[in-house]
């Protein structure tokens, strides 16, 4: 049973960096294929997907924030970190953590299932 | 980036009766496989979203069968044959073709 679980402060000032870690169980991101991405929602709004880190290190970003975004893994840990520079108050959000599977050329998945239960973090001075 | 867009974005039906939410993105979701990178996320109440139906039309382990998807290119349905009480919630579709990985705005689904 793969299960996700985020962590992390629940308040933040502005201008400050947000340190989050996904702590997870059930796989390894050393199992080739595989990656952990993170997505947030601020209150009553949709989704919105940050980055992704693959089993093999490669990183993608949201184009959007790439410039305040840094995920890392640490394998040995079971963890992937997300790191967001000069925090705002849109910034506001729940941030999720989720298993990414994107299956082969041939049997393509492409999915985040499951995800973590979501850290809610509020940007305020 | 890739634009997805979502239809309605609210919708109220009665127990028992059919419910249908189109997901249109702003280029082709068909990959050089052949297979269409659109999934489907549901948020119930106080819950993360979970995962549907991913390629546009394959149920994800757990989902029951009255939850469908189809479509192809730039134009997705997801319809739940005869809606029950435990499907309120958000309905998200996805687009995972390329990142950065792009959501529809949501559709509330309540019941009457």
């Known amino acids: 049973q793969i299960t996700l679980k985020e962590s992390g402060p629940t308040l933040v000032k502005p201008t400050q960096t947000l340190t989050l870690t996904c702590t997870f169980s059930?796989?390894?991101?050393?199992?080739?294929?595989?990656?952990v991405g993170w997505i947030r929602q601020p209150p009553g709004k949709a989704l919105e997907w940050l980055a992704l880190?693959?089993?093999?290190?490669?990183?993608r970003y949201s184009p959007s924030l790439k410039s305040r975004l840094t995920i890392t893994k640490d394998t040995s840990k079971n963890q992937v970190v997300l790191t967001i520079a000069n925090m705002h108050p849109v910034d506001t959000a729940t941030y999720y953590c989720?298993?990414?599977?994107?299956?082969?050329?041939?049997?393509?998945?492409?999915?985040?299932?499951?995800w973590g239960q979501g850290t809610l973090v509020t940007v305020s001075s | 980036d890739i634009v997805v867009t979502q239809s309605p974005l609210f919708l109220t039906v009665t127990p028992g009766e059919p419910a249908s939410i189109s997901c249109r993105s702003s280029?082709?979701?068909?990959?050089?496989?052949?297979?269409?990178?659109l999934d489907w996320y549901v948020q119930k109440p106080g819950q993360s979203p979970q995962l549907l139906i991913y390629?546009?039309?394959n149920r994800a382990s757990g989902v029951p069968w009255r939850f469908s998807g189809s479509g192809s290119g730039t134009d997705f349905t997801l319809k739940i044959s005869r809606v029950e009480a435990e499907d309120v919630g958000l309905y998200y579709c996805?687009?995972?073709?390329?990142?950065?990985?792009?959501f529809g705005p949501g559709t509330k689904v309540d019941i009457k």
């Open positions: 059930g796989f390894s991101l050393s199992t080739s294929g595989l990656g």
């Open positions: 989720a298993h990414y599977n994107p299956g082969t050329y041939y049997r393509p998945l492409n999915w985040f299932d499951p």
């Open positions: 280029q082709s979701l068909v990959h050089t496989n052949g297979y269409n990178y």
């Open positions: 390629m546009g039309s």
């Open positions: 996805m687009q995972a073709l390329q990142t950065p990985f792009t």
């Open positions: 880190i693959y089993w093999d290190d490669d990183k």
